[in-house]
């Protein structure tokens, strides 16, 4: 589904005193690539942090530029402060419909499989994958059902199910999910029999010597 994010042009006070005094202000400074020159904006931070989970690079944006024309983006990567859980900076990516685009797609696994039931643990090797496809083919997840993985088993790339017309980049025999037994770990209490016994045994042998 796309979604609407406002912004507004910015066309002086650039660089880092410009960026931070936006970032004061509550809006973040962006750019917008992909077609001829790139395009300096900013966004209301308060409204991209409270959708930027669903801001991911498989969502396509109508980017309505205040004074400008609306332009169809998603958001190619942000610059973010962990630490203090402010962004920084946004780079937008602008589609052209009728175009094919590159981007990386989120892969979310589907059922429980056979050999957790079990006792195993499923462990998904690969989250996101490269894909191609034309803007109007761009899923925001692709799907892959691991509910008939049995124990020792796995899954390729080749088993993720998408639509046609979308082209997945990467190792196709790349595994991406695989169900594996727990580890046993021998009991503390063991290990410390074992352990106490090594020692008495070392002690044994230090007396016998002298």
Same mark, same amino acid.
């Given at each position: 589904?796309?979604?609407? *994010?406002?912004?507004?042009?910015?066309?002086?006070?650039?660089?880092?005193?410009?960026?931070?005094?936006? =970032?004061?202000?509550?809006?973040?400074?962006?750019?917008?690539?992909?077609?001829?020159?790139?395009?300096?904006?900013?966004?209301?931070?308060?409204?991209?942090?409270?959708?930027?989970?669903?801001?991911?690079?498989?969502?396509?944006?109508? =980017?309505?530029?205040?004074?400008?024309?609306? +332009?169809?983006?998603?958001?190619?990567?942000?610059?973010?402060? *962990?630490?203090?859980?402010?962004? +920084?900076?946004?780079?937008?990516?602008?589609?052209?419909?009728?175009?094919?685009?590159?981007?990386?797609?989120?892969?979310?696994?589907?059922?429980?499989?056979?050999?957790?039931?079990?006792?195993?643990? =499923?462990?998904?090797?690969?989250?996101?994958?490269?894909?191609?496809?034309?803007?109007?083919? @761009?899923?925001? %997840?692709?799907?892959?059902?691991?509910?008939? @993985?049995?124990?020792?088993?796995?899954?390729? *790339?080749?088993?993720?199910? +998408?639509?046609?017309?979308?082209?997945?980049?990467?190792? *196709?025999?790349?595994?991406?999910?695989?169900?594996?037994? %727990?580890?046993?770990?021998?009991?503390?209490?063991?290990?410390?029999?074992?352990?106490?016994?090594?020692?008495?045994?070392?002690?044994?042998?230090?007396?016998?010597?002298?």
């Amino acid at each position: 589904m796309e979604k609407k *994010l406002d912004a507004e042009l910015r066309t002086s006070d650039f660089g880092t005193r410009g960026s931070r005094r936006l =970032l004061r202000s509550g809006r973040i400074p962006a750019v917008v690539y992909g077609k001829g020159e790139p395009l300096h904006i900013s966004v209301d931070a308060r409204t991209f942090n409270y959708n930027r989970k669903g801001y991911g690079e498989s969502t396509l944006i109508t =980017l309505d530029v205040k004074g400008e024309k609306s +332009h169809e983006v998603f958001v190619k990567t942000y610059q973010e402060d *962990l630490l203090r859980n402010v962004i +920084h900076h946004i780079d937008f990516y602008e589609i052209t419909r009728g175009q094919a685009v590159r981007t990386h797609v989120r892969i979310e696994l589907e059922g429980t499989p056979a050999g957790v039931r079990e006792g195993g643990v =499923l462990d998904q090797v690969i989250h996101e994958v490269e894909i191609e496809c034309l803007p109007k083919d @761009l899923p925001e %997840v692709l799907k892959l059902d691991v509910s008939s @993985l049995a124990m020792n088993e796995s899954l390729k *790339l080749a088993d993720v199910k +998408h639509a046609e017309g979308i082209k997945i980049h990467g190792d *196709l025999e790349a595994t991406v999910a695989t169900v594996k037994p %727990v580890k046993e770990e021998a009991p503390a209490v063991e290990a410390d029999a074992d352990a106490d016994a090594a020692a008495t045994t070392a002690a044994d042998a230090t007396a016998e010597t002298k």
